[in-house]
């Protein structure tokens, strides 16, 4: 094992710096060489590939963002070139295995969600030696406890909530927190708990608004004129939810941010006669420096693929189980969602101090 | 001076409680009663009038919202009341009036921004000595340099760029920042470029699209894939811009909020090819614990509110000129805007480093 | 199980507030009665005994410090009373019983550390009913994986640590930031990989000053002319380490705090030619707003611990195991220390990114 | 004028990118060039020149520190090099002025405290043409109303406070903060107001014991048995002040940081009973990124010094006088202190809500 490549995909992620660096600083360490592939998916098909150094990974642990850059678009197995938009895709896939073997790169680590995950797996069968390292804000990648980026999100939107209850108890209003989670409504439950909300709408209940009405009127009674509530962006109603086959076969439309606030919003104030505000937290969530949790967890991910390489332990991704970061095979973390269960530790903690789930 | 009463009117503002903990810690010491009113004139009219000692004021410095609670809806010169909702409107200064008599209030000090402090004008001019203290998160009231809330907005504005910013360029994206300001564009101007904005856009400066695409493209040409614009929710293209008159007479529909960056966003997208999101900050910039300089300036305004009924300076407002706390008359201050002049030392020197004002 | 009552003891930690405020919420929601004692055993001797609500408990999530107060000297069964400061130690442990009887208290929850969860052991030894909740900034409770608090003083730590790093390059300095940890080094392990240490010391392992010399000159000759130290306040040099043992049988004196960081910084800054700075985070890590993760641990660890009451589980201490709260028998917890262990995981990491960890 | 060269002086500051990054861009949009001088002083005489452009300074706005490094101890007229510690000073003035015309610069702008703007004020008076911008953590220089910096050291010197409240509250103690401030007492005072202490010692105001202990027994009488105090590190009891003079003349000692909160600490113990604890702030003051109000000043304060340099207005310092930014003679500036004045604003305010100020 002489040379890595990296490459982080999909959206941006507090922690894919401190990733990086782990990997540049533990791989230089033991005599290897990294190189960085620009802008996901889309620089292994175009051959954008550059050397790191420890100079290069100097002082980004604390920055957001990814100085590899980064898409959420390109497929090298169905991908369109950017100087002709309306071009057929085609199969690059042979560009990307040239252009690794051109760099002499012995292993690929990607850094990414379940579609980034799902091409290094699909690389790895092509016989490309792959270790892919979990990245999801949302947290609901299959096979790992916690991906980085998550906790910093999730400090970010109760800093929000912290905000929000100030504003709700001066003017008696109900004021609701729209927050990422698309599928599963990690953040939101545990924003939620941490911020104090009344109310917290993930996509794994659906939502009965009679339920949310009375939790409102019963505070009103207890002398509580506000109220705070939490919804994951992908929160329904009873009947209109979203099944999680559905989800996996039919890739479906991407529900509109800003959506179940608005709506949400216009309901209760009808229903409960409270002045309603809502605010979509929407891109803040990816940005700011990580955590502390965020960055020793990018850090020992980053440390532990590099591990995976050198132990040519391919087609793994890197997980953390309990307190121990482990290995668990690529095909058994992508496409497949990590919803929050009906029995969360977390969930029913949130039951048991009186916040209302919706149902 | 035995006795005042102080009321908090309109939106929530950082440093609402600042005020109100100066006006009952200096009032003490000088062996005068305090009596907070709830909810702003809502309490006036129906009598909601309780004591404030010193243990209430207790540890409320750092929070945002204000423990008397407020409203931006109740006018006593026209007031509903909210049991029969489609009631007529009444007069019903007599009540606050009467109200004040019987709780023998000697001056009443209002905390307010352009609406609520009217009304206090009103209220002297019917004979009952009254103080204002300007509140306005936007900066815009009239006759005082600065008013508290401003800074810790910009300042959460500020970060918000700071966590887009590293996005953005990950991203390769236009990231585009909409704030509060939907007649001064001071809270964009300042966070804007503070933030290191490529873009601002105000409501004092009508914007050319071509020139906000110029921009962006400048920026590819020099290497930079991505921008950052700020832009006020009164930002308006020209030949849509509001004139002040119009503002100030007609009491114009409000600005639906999130409409400028979500039109702007798509345009970005089409015209320079660059994905392109946009973020509502909304009610984030009005809660909050208030930065050192929101709670001093809080402070000075509080205690000098307090000196003012002292000294019987009547139907005046405490105002911060230069680095002085001094007193304006009510009637200079209300019913008109502070714009954002075009000789704005911060204007220009947000040009002097390259940022693009729309124009 | 109608009436629980609950104490904090021992040193001030982000969380304990959101400890009790899940102790009251599920306890009034299961129809049992809360009762708070205050100032820890200070008020279980002398009788201080207040009701619960939901009220009293209303907003204190985000909030530093305990409502209940809390010390850490008193014992009651070696109590000196404070209005004779000369006075013999008594056993008042009987006057404790008496109060816990007379207020109709079914069970005790004590939210502390070591000291006050031995006093705890030894109430339920003599029959009373006690449930464990371990609190220590520290994290070297025993028997659990993480204690609430711990997560929030890294992250400060962690900010010291940004703060000094661009004053550090910019002056071309050591800056050495010394962090809480008398006996075990989680802190400076955790905060000193997140925010890019060149060099940890914890009690763990006793320092070489040659090896934190060298890796403070290989960064000069690679052209980095400031390094960062974080340094336990038990960090000790070879020769001069603190056994386990003694530790646990001697109870020994108290380290002064500030020692480490000023001894240090003489040394290196003798030894290395470059300027060298030391800080002392000290009580700023106790203070402060909890982050996401520490309101969610302590909200779970009242809930659990009520659940444990509920269950007749006592003599037990609620535990974080891997992802589970669980309970563990109080006595394998208390007069026990978890240290670093050598094969750490995150240490591990440290040590592959190029940590010098003083060995 | 067709290149300016810039360098940072003495200690660390929030803002100093920020005014690099303000000379540069708005320098090469006039057309001129930049030269950065390394280390301060130090680079001026070892010809340590390097061109800024653009992309030098993308992406510094928010980070503290200086990129062209600083330090405080290298003047030109009385300089030793680092080669030879033991050498006697000499003047290498001829050195500087040799190099700046081998780089060809026009001006030179000199961003620094009181000894850095002497040094500039000496090369001026040599003939070569300097424009002074002040740095002081302290807001000490004298001429201009603000710097930048300040009030991001307050803002944190508050934050800090903030965490000591609750902490002093649960455990009923006197929390001591030792903040930056040798001469005059700006941080101290802005901070203590903001942060809601109960006592604040400043140097201007020579301390009497006996009101400090007045005024938290006082508070104990009121039922708080806990107190807030904020020292800065000049701060010095009756009798033990050092007059203006002195400091002027004289250069004292440095006062030993850590000595004041120290002191007080032991004797606040002693004489009212309550275990008090004390924390020194050090360094943190320096770091971190520049609040929103800094940016802008420091962003203010490079463009009026480049415009300084094209009108000739040499051997002057920008500075902010009320709301504008102006020229003052750079003779005005050093030498002397701005010290806070019996009658300033916030002083008045700060004992208007019953804070001791020692005396």
């Not at 197995?77 to 990307?96: K, L, N, T």
């Not at 606030?261 to 940005?287: F, I, M, N, P, W």
């Not at 050198?310 to 482990?326: H, K, P, S």
Request: aromatic share 4%.
């Amino acid at each position: 094992m002489k040379r890595l490549a990296v490459l982080t995909g999909g959206g941006d992620c507090p922690g894919l710096n401190a990733v990086i660096r782990a990997i540049v600083k533990s791989s230089v360490r033991l005599g290897m060489e990294v190189f960085g592939i620009r802008d996901g998916f889309h620089g292994a098909v175009e051959g954008d590939f550059i050397p790191l150094g420890i100079n290069d990974v100097s002082g980004i642990l604390p920055r957001g963002g990814t100085i590899l850059g980064t898409t959420n678009r390109d497929n090298p197995f169905s991908y369109r070139s950017r100087s002709s938009a309306d071009e057929v895709p085609a199969d690059r896939s042979g560009d990307v295995l040239r252009n690794l073997e051109e760099n002499k790169i012995d292993a690929l680590l990607v850094i990414g969600g379940d579609g980034s995950l799902s091409i290094a797996l699909e690389f790895s069968q092509l016989g490309f030696p792959v270790v892919g390292i979990p990245k999801t804000i949302d947290n609901d990648v299959m096979a790992t406890d916690l991906t980085f980026g998550f906790q910093s999100a999730v400090n970010f939107a109760q800093d929000a909530l912290d905000r929000l209850h100030t504003t709700a108890e001066s003017h008696h209003r109900i004021m609701i927190l729209e927050v990422m989670g698309r599928y599963a409504g990690w953040i939101a439950l545990y924003a939620g708990t941490a911020g104090g909300a009344d109310v917290i709408l993930i996509p794994e209940i659906p939502y009965n608004m009679d339920s949310i009405v009375k939790a409102v009127q019963d505070r009103i009674h207890a002398g509580k004129r506000f109220s705070i509530v939490v919804a994951a962006e992908g929160a329904k109603p009873i009947g209109g939810e979203m099944t999680v086959d559905r989800i996996l076969e039919g890739r479906p439309e991407p529900i509109r941010l800003g959506g179940i606030g608005a709506r949400l919003s216009d309901d209760l104030e009808k229903l409960t006669g409270l002045e309603t505000r809502s605010t979509v937290l929407g891109h803040l969530q990816r940005g700011g420096s990580p955590l502390a949790n965020d960055r020793i967890l990018a850090t020992r991910y980053g440390v532990s693929a590099v591990r995976a390489a050198i132990d040519q332990r391919f087609e793994m991704m890197v997980a953390l189980q309990g307190n121990q970061v482990t290995l668990v095979p690529l095909k058994e973390a992508v496409n497949r969602l990590k919803l929050v269960p009906a029995d969360d530790e977390v969930l029913l903690a949130a039951r048991s101090v009186g916040i209302c789930m919706g149902d």
